[in-house]
């Protein structure tokens, strides 16, 4: 058995050199503003031109994990851009103004779809864990979140992370553990249920976004998460 590796794109060939280091997906963002930004339809197409594997897109236009009425329209109608130009799945997730999961408005946002999604970090943020994670269990097509345990990162959530997943198979089977993900975790996660994995920076040279995705490190990646789950199922 293997793991899933997701890693970021900012351009084709980024896309194109994590396909060729054993990536099974990219997430496409326009920029890593705040986390990450919406991509335009174009590089989305861009994207899915230069690439067989998954493409994932992010949809989100403003700072923080909030939005209305208003820019839901224009999320909608970016999504629908994103999979006319082939996208094969969205990233997205809101909180409201009581730092709860925003149910009403990501439930709307999927509802339209028939493509599969992912909720992003914005759980990290939500004020009560175990309230967010019960919030999406019903949510349409939802069979990822990506997390870190903690706005901070996965250094300091590591142990958020692990404990909900060897606690609930349903969190195990959606958790992709991302937002500075080092080697050393990646066993620890496998030993949890964790099979999926998200990369940005460390798949770059000296970890600069700068810089394109390289092959090589994206491949080092791929070995360590395969050997680790393989190790993982057997025992």
């Not at 970021?8 to 060729?20: F, K, V, W, Y």
């Not at 705040?34 to 590089?43: F, K, T, Y």
């Not at 709307?108 to 028939?114: I, K, R, S």
């Amino acid at each position: 058995m293997s793991g899933l590796l997701e890693v970021i794109a900012l351009h084709p060939a980024d896309a194109q050199r994590a396909e060729a280091g054993g990536a099974d997906r990219v997430e496409v963002c326009g920029s890593l503003d705040d986390g990450g930004m919406s991509p335009s339809p174009a590089l989305v197409a861009q994207v899915r031109a230069a690439t067989s594997i998954q493409v994932r897109v992010m949809v989100r236009l403003r700072p923080g994990f909030g939005t209305d009425g208003g820019e839901a329209v224009r999320l909608r109608g970016l999504m629908a851009s994103y999979a006319e130009a082939g996208a094969d799945g969205m990233v997205l997730g809101f909180l409201n103004g009581l730092g709860e999961v925003d149910r009403q408005v990501t439930g709307e946002l999927v509802a339209d779809g028939t493509w599969p999604w992912t909720f992003h970090r914005a759980i990290d943020s939500a004020l009560d864990g175990d309230r967010a994670w019960a919030a999406l269990r019903d949510l349409p097509r939802l069979d990822q979140v990506l997390t870190a345990g903690s706005p901070r990162g996965l250094e300091h959530g590591l142990d958020d992370v692990l404990a909900r997943a060897k606690a609930d198979p349903w969190v195990a089977a959606r958790t992709m553990a991302g937002g500075g993900l080092h080697p050393d975790h990646v066993p620890w996660l496998a030993r949890a249920g964790v099979r999926s994995f998200h990369i940005g920076s460390p798949a770059r040279p000296g970890g600069s976004y700068k810089a394109y995705v390289d092959d090589g490190l994206v491949r080092s990646w791929r070995s360590l998460i395969d050997t680790e789950v393989r190790h993982a199922t057997r025992h």
